[in-house]
Nanobody, 121 residues
């Protein structure tokens, strides 16, 4: 059984920083890509950033220059460094990964349980 577990959320003041982590565990053959999404109250879940196994990255326009996604393939872990936080960044942040459990299985999408980020003004 594959699990994604996020950590690192919390309450910070505007202008502050946080580093979110997402660890994938279980029977994993490969992961590509890993990503972060967020959902603010009353809004739809939206893409924040993704990173491929080769390190290629993609960001939402709203976070470019402030957020940095990275990953450690050996640890099946993705990170999201969040700087210059704004109140509008307040949301539950979810880890997402496309995973194959064996060389022969199809890819499946997995989600973590989410970690709350709250930014006070």
């Amino acid at each position: 059984q594959v699990q994604l577990v996020e950590s690192g959320g919390g309450l910070v003041q505007a202008g502050g920083s946080l580093r979110l982590s997402c660890v994938a565990s279980g029977s994993i053959f490969s992961i590509d890509p890993m990503g972060w999404y967020r959902q603010a109250p009353g809004k739809q879940r939206e893409l924040v950033a993704t990173i491929s196994s080769g390190g290629g990255t993609n960001y939402a326009d709203s976070v470019k220059g402030r957020f940095t996604i990275s990953r450690d393939n050996a640890k099946n872990t993705a990170y999201l460094q969040i700087n210059s936080l704004k109140p509008e960044d307040t949301a539950v942040y979810y880890c997402n990964a496309r995973i194959r459990t064996t060389r022969w299985n199809a890819w499946s999408i997995y989600w973590g349980q989410g970690t709350q980020v709250t930014v006070s003004s």
